[in-house]
């Protein structure tokens, strides 16, 4: 099996199918041809791969045949090669100054100040702790070879930079590389012009072409543009697992984008910004579990929150395609609806609210099994990550006041099971309404979610939904980051 599984890697065709037919026996770290899958996936700068073979337990540490470690082939990627050693740099149980098997025996940042020095890679192995100081068997330190480069932006992310001086560390270390500059190139075996070319062409590729870097306008509105902040939103949230090459969904969200930013009767000017949290919203499938218990018939609560819910998902789904929306479900009322937004949604909410608060004894009967445990128990794949908001006015009822906290509990361990990423499914938590019980219910979630079984998954805002939305309802840019924000966290 593991062979299948390289072929499909090495073919750039792996997926979730692939899996399925694994048996208990069979070993994902297994080379196959001199790597093995994740190697592979590695060196193919596959963050797709990467991240569902990662999902199955590969060794992030095993070596291949050759004496190399996945994070050592990672500054050799053909392609996204910052953005893989990012991802293997997420595992706690990375080596990171794994030295490899052959003469003179380098960490992955010598290598990468060898081959391949992109600041970004050299800042990110630094900024998790690899050496700076520590030699090799050639007695060399990252910092020595980082005198070699002319790129000041390399030699800036290994060391601090002085606040009494802070471009003396550059000039200094410049000056060195020129100096190894004309040793390398200026050599008396060398003819001078065949020199000069060489220096430049070093110059060229080391100061002058990171400079060159696309970039995006302040308000982009071309496909290039918008695919470029698209993907990059992607790889920030670490979502390359449930997006694989040429994804429908992918393609379906850019193109809505492309028609909104573009429609002139719209006339909306979305900035870069803009453009980049409405890319993040809409990669989620919103699942909205709404309070309906007696309580919110008080301070105007019901139509309150049937305004905000109705204004959460326009706005996540602004650039997802025409037939997706939010669900909704309540946790009283038996019955809901899926991919709604506007008054389709609120009409979901014509109803007078009654009943008890039993919020995680539903959410798990209402949300988790139908819409979780039904794929995870399949083996099949989440077209989208999804992100639960929880609203509610008041405090569990007829139930034991953590069984909200252990039904998330129990989803992230069952999603990991499932060989998904634990984050496959957010939670946000929410207050609406000013009862001092809810205020401190919430409070004491807002604690669990500091424990390290939430992180990342658990976000309770201190807000007030109802107060903050008639604050911000008139003001659509505003509106939408405090959206963003509340339901994902800053």
Same mark, same amino acid.
């Given at each position: 099996m593991s062979t299948i599984i390289a072929d499909r890697v090495r073919d750039r065709t792996l997926t979730r199918d692939d899996f399925k037919d694994m048996a208990s026996g069979d070993d994902i770290n297994k080379p196959v041809d001199g790597n093995t899958p994740l190697g592979y996936a590695v060196l193919n700068g596959d963050t797709y791969a990467i991240r569902l073979l990662i999902n199955h337990k590969a060794?992030?540490?095993?070596?291949?045949?050759?004496?190399?470690?996945?994070?050592?082939?990672?500054?050799?990627?053909?392609?996204?090669?910052?953005?893989?050693?990012?991802?293997?740099?997420?595992?706690?149980?990375?080596?990171?100054?794994?030295?490899?098997?052959?003469?003179?025996?380098?960490?992955?940042?010598?290598?990468?100040?060898?081959?391949?020095?992109?600041?970004?890679?050299?800042?990110?192995?630094?900024?998790?702790?690899?050496?700076?100081? &520590?030699?090799?068997?050639?007695?060399?330190?990252?910092?020595?070879?980082?005198?070699?480069?002319?790129?000041?932006?390399?030699?800036?992310?290994?060391?601090?930079?002085?606040?009494?001086?802070?471009?003396?560390?550059?000039? &200094?270390?410049?000056?060195?590389?020129?100096?190894?500059?004309?040793?390398?190139?200026?050599?008396?075996?060398?003819?001078?012009?065949?020199?000069?070319?060489?220096?430049?062409?070093?110059?060229?590729?080391?100061?002058?072409?990171?400079?060159?870097?696309?970039?995006?306008?302040?308000?982009?509105?071309?496909?290039?543009?918008?695919?470029?902040?698209l993907d990059d939103v992607v790889a920030t949230y670490g979502l390359e697992s449930f997006f694989g090459p040429g994804s429908p969904v992918l393609d379906s969200i850019l193109l809505k984008a492309h028609t909104v930013v573009t429609d002139p009767s719209l006339s909306l000017r979305f900035t870069a910004a803009e453009v980049r949290s409405s890319f993040h919203m809409a990669l989620y499938q919103p699942i909205i579990y709404c309070d309906d218990s007696g309580s919110m018939k008080e301070e105007n609560r019901w139509p309150n929150q049937s305004e905000i819910v109705s204004q959460i998902a326009s706005t996540m789904s602004l650039f997802s395609a025409d037939e997706k929306g939010a669900h909704i479900r309540f946790i009283n009322k038996s019955s809901g609806g899926d991919n709604l937004k506007g008054d389709a949604l609120k009409a979901q909410m014509g109803f007078t609210p009654d009943g008890s608060t039993k919020i995680g004894t539903?959410?798990?009967?209402?949300?988790?099994?139908?819409?979780?445990?039904?794929?995870?128990?399949?083996?099949?794949?989440?077209?989208?990550?999804?992100?639960?908001?929880?609203?509610?006015?008041?405090?569990?009822?007829?139930?034991?006041?953590?069984?909200?906290?252990?039904?998330?509990?129990?989803?992230?361990?069952?999603?990991?099971?499932?060989?998904?990423?634990?984050?496959?499914?957010?939670?946000?938590?929410?207050?609406?309404?000013?009862?001092?019980?809810?205020?401190?219910?919430?409070?004491?979630?807002?604690?669990?979610s500091k424990r390290p079984e939430f992180d990342g998954v658990l976000r309770v805002s201190a807000e007030k939904l109802d107060a903050k939305f008639a604050e911000l309802r008139n003001n659509r840019t505003t509106l939408q980051f405090w959206i963003d924000s509340v339901l994902f966290g800053p």
């Open positions: 060794n992030i540490n095993k070596k291949s045949p050759n004496g190399l470690s996945p994070l050592h082939m990672a500054v050799d990627a053909k392609e996204n090669a910052a953005r893989v050693v990012q991802i293997l740099l997420e595992s706690p149980d990375i080596k990171i100054d794994e030295e490899d098997d052959s003469y003179p025996h380098d960490t992955p940042l010598m290598r990468a100040l060898k081959n391949n020095p992109d600041p970004l890679i050299v800042k990110a192995l630094k900024d998790k702790g690899s050496s700076v100081n &520590t030699p090799n068997s050639k007695g060399e330190t990252a910092l020595d070879l980082a005198d070699r480069l002319l790129n000041a932006k390399v030699k800036e992310a290994l060391v601090d930079p002085d606040p009494l001086n802070p471009t003396g560390t550059s000039l &200094t270390r410049f000056l060195v590389s020129s100096a190894f500059l004309a040793i390398d190139y200026l050599a008396p075996k060398k003819p001078l012009q065949d020199s000069v070319i060489d220096a430049f062409r070093v110059i060229n590729k080391e100061i002058v072409e990171p400079r060159t870097a696309p970039s995006v306008s302040a308000y982009p509105t071309t496909k290039p543009e918008l695919k470029t902040i539903n959410l798990n009967s209402k949300i988790l099994e139908p819409f979780i445990y039904s794929v995870t128990n399949a083996g099949t794949a989440f077209e989208r990550p999804i992100l639960v908001i929880i609203i509610t006015d008041g405090w569990p009822t007829e139930e034991a006041e953590d069984t909200l906290q252990n039904a998330i509990i129990t989803c992230q361990q069952r999603l990991q099971a499932a060989f998904h990423p634990r984050d496959a499914v957010l939670f946000s938590a929410n207050q609406i309404g000013s009862a001092p019980q809810a205020e401190k219910f919430l409070s004491g979630l807002m604690e669990v």
